[in-house]
């Protein structure tokens, strides 16, 4: 009787030791769960969480193109938002190119069209184009085309690093030659964010 009291209050101990070893476990599970999918979704975001980006145009060899654009990520586009100046009346082709890379004084080194999936080159409403298309901007007598475009499906975690280009002609969406040389160029680059907008 004594005996059986005894090994049943140990066997109990050991069901409570037990119990308390499973819980401290799933503990650790969840926390454990929790750290890697932190971890996890900055993998997907190597640069953490930020939104805005900035590109700073300089103008190409004999050229007069310059400006500023805000690209900030929203729901399902990018906004990019700014102004061009130094450039003729009319329209200008617009895309982002693959490199960041203005070495070559030209525009040249900033390669082809961003281009990630293998489209057709075209306009931002074709039914295929390049990730980089964004079309024409349009400047005005002075030369200052006013930027505001809305490119749909855009990543800013994906052209963070690369060029804006804009081109001395119009692109007809057709041939990719049609926009002419590049007479404006700058890198896409993280912005400083003052305030965090939530
Ligand atoms: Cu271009
Ligand atoms: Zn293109």
């Not at 005996?3 to 069901?15: K, Q």
């Not at 692109?171 to 993280?190: H, N, T, W």
């Amino acid at each position: 009787m004594i005996r059986s009291t005894l090994i049943r209050s140990s066997s109990m101990r050991i069901l409570a030791k037990s119990n308390l070893l499973a819980l401290s476990a799933a503990v650790l599970w969840a926390f454990g769960t929790s750290a890697f999918a932190a971890a996890d979704k900055s993998h997907d975001h190597p640069h953490g969480d930020f939104k805005e980006a900035v590109c700073v145009l300089v103008p190409t060899k004999d050229r007069q193109c310059s400006g500023t654009l805000v690209l900030t990520q929203k729901e399902g586009y990018v906004q990019v938002s700014g102004e061009v100046s130094g450039i003729k009346p009319g329209e200008h082709g617009f895309h982002i190119h693959m490199y960041g890379d203005l070495r070559s004084s030209d525009g040249s080194s900033a390669g082809g069209h961003f281009n990630p999936e293998g489209h057709p080159h075209g306009g931002p409403d074709s039914k295929e184009h390049h990730e980089g298309d964004l079309g024409n901007i349009k400047a005005n007598g002075m030369g200052v085309a006013k930027v505001d475009i809305k490119a749909m499906g855009l990543d800013l975690h994906h052209v963070l690093g690369r060029a804006i280009v804009v081109h001395a002609d119009k692109d007809d969406f057709k041939d990719i030659k049609s926009a002419g040389p590049r007479i404006g160029v700058g890198v896409i680059g993280l912005a400083e964010v003052k305030e965090m907008k939530k």
